[in-house]
C-alpha cells in the first residue's frame, strides 16, 4: 500500500531551464549574423525625400556611399549651413569624389568592380548645384551606376 | 596532489546570462533595412571629338526645373501633378505612319504628327537649375520614372497578364529559384524594349 501514497505531490515542479542557453545561443547567432555594424557616423543631417517607383538596393556589398546634406549643429560653427557631401567619416569637396570612388572600387572584389552602385542619400533640402558636380565627378570616374536613395512613399509629400 | 579523481563540475549557471548579455547588444545594433530608391544610369562622358547625333524636335520631350520648382514641360508652364500624364502621352504617342519603319503597333496615344514618332524614339530631356531643391528633381524623377513603369505595366499586362515592376522586382530578387529568373529575363527584356527608357540630362545652368 505504501507503494501508492509515497508519490505524496509537493507542489509544482520547477520549470527546467536547462535547454534555456540553448534557445538564448541560437537567437544570440542569429542577429549576429545577420547584423551589419553601421560603419560611419552621419554628421550631415539626412532626411531623404519620398519616391514611390523606387528598386530595392539589394547586396550591400555592391553599393558605395555618398552622404549629402547640411551638416549637423555641433559642425555647423566649422563647416557653414550649407550641404556638404560626406565621404566615410569627413567632410569633403566634390572634387574628392572621383578619388574616394575609386578607392573604394579598388577595395572590392574584381568580380564586383564593374557591377558597383553609387547610392546618393541626400537631404531634401539639399541644392542640385552639388548633386550636379558629383554625378559630373561620378561620369569621370566611369562609375555610371547611381540609386537615389529614397524613403518609400508619395512623391509629391516631397514638395511641402 | 592531495586529491584525485573527477574534476570539479563547472558551474555552467551564468552562461545564459552571459548569452542574454551578448543577444541584448547585438539585438540593439541590427539594423535590418534594405535601401531603396531610384536607379538611375548616368550618361558616359562622350569623346569631344564624336558629334552628338541628330534628334528631331518632336522626339525629345524637354523638362525644366527652375530653382523656385515650378515646370516648364514643352514650353508650357506644368503643375506637377500633370507631369506623369504628359510624359505617358508622349511616349505612348506613335506619331510615325502606319507602314514605316518606326510604326508602334501597340502605342494607344493620339499619333500626332508633332509628337513623338514611336516610343524607341522618344527622349526624355530633364534640365534643372543648380539651385533646383534636390527633392523637387527627386519627385520628378519619380513621375518620368513612373510614367515608363506605367507604360510598362500595361503591356506587360497585355503580354503576360502581370506587371512588369513585380517581375522586375522578382527578377533582381536574389532569392528568386534561377530558371524562374531566366523565364523573367527574357519577359522583362522584351518590355524594356517596347518603353526603353531615353531620359537624358543636361548638364546644368547657371544662367537662368
Known amino acids: ?160 | 596532489m592531495a586529491r584525485r579523481g573527477a574534476p570539479a563540475e563547472v558551474n555552467a549557471g551564468s552562461m545564459a546570462d552571459i548569452a542574454f548579455l551578448l543577444l541584448i547588444f547585438f539585438l540593439v545594433t541590427t539594423t535590418i533595412e534594405t535601401d531603396a530608391g531610384l536607379d538611375r544610369m548616368l550618361p558616359p562622358i562622350e569623346p569631344p571629338t564624336e558629334k552628338p547625333p541628330i534628334i528631331k524636335e518632336k522626339n525629345i520631350f524637354t523638362v525644366n526645373i527652375n530653382r523656385n520648382g515650378q515646370l516648364l514641360v514643352e514650353e508650357e508652364i506644368t503643375d506637377i501633378r500633370k507631369l506623369r500624364e504628359k510624359a505617358i502621352a508622349f511616349l505612348d504617342n506613335g506619331g510615325a505612319p502606319s507602314g514605316s519603319l518606326d510604326y508602334c503597333s501597340y502605342c494607344k496615344g493620339k499619333r500626332l504628327g508633332d509628337s513623338s514618332d514611336s516610343p524607341a524614339k522618344a527622349i526624355i530631356s530633364l534640365k534643372n537649375d543648380r539651385e533646383t531643391k534636390y527633392s523637387t528633381y527627386i519627385t520628378v524623377q519619380n513621375e518620368l520614372v513612373g510614367a515608363y513603369n506605367d507604360l510598362r505595366n500595361r503591356e506587360a499586362q497585355r503580354l503576360y497578364g502581370r506587371d512588369f515592376t513585380s517581375m522586375e522586382a522578382d527578377y533582381l530578387d536574389p532569392e528568386t529559384d534561377s530558371n524562374v529568373k531566366d523565364d523573367l529575363k527574357e519577359k522583362v527584356k522584351r518590355i524594356q524594349e517596347l518603353f526603353p527608357q531615353k531620359l537624358s540630362e543636361a548638364e546644368t545652368d547657371t544662367t537662368n
Open chain 1, 1 to 160: 500500500m505504501s507503494k501508492f501514497t509515497k508519490k505524496k505531490d509537493s507542489g509544482l515542479p520547477a520549470v527546467n531551464t536547462a535547454s534555456l542557453p540553448d534557445i538564448v545561443f541560437m537567437l544570440l547567432f542569429f542577429f549576429m549574423t545577420v547584423t551589419v555594424m553601421k560603419d560611419n557616423t552621419l554628421k550631415v543631417r539626412n532626411d531623404l525625400p519620398n519616391a514611390s517607383e523606387t528598386k530595392k538596393l539589394e547586396k550591400k556589398d555592391r553599393v558605395i556611399y555618398i552622404y549629402v546634406g547640411a551638416p549637423e549643429s555641433q559642425y555647423q560653427s566649422k563647416f557653414g549651413k550649407e550641404a556638404r557631401i560626406q565621404l566615410n567619416d569627413k567632410f569633403s569637396s566634390p572634387s574628392d569624389v572621383g578619388g574616394y570612388i575609386l578607392e573604394e572600387r579598388a577595395k572590392k572584389s574584381q568580380d564586383l568592380q564593374n557591377v558597383l552602385t553609387v547610392a546618393l542619400k541626400v537631404d531634401k533640402e539639399a541644392n542640385m548645384g552639388l548633386i550636379s558636380d558629383i554625378k559630373h565627378e561620378l561620369r569621370k570616374v566611369n562609375a555610371l551606376k547611381v540609386n537615389y536613395t529614397t524613403y518609400d512613399g508619395d512623391a509629391f509629400n516631397n514638395l511641402q
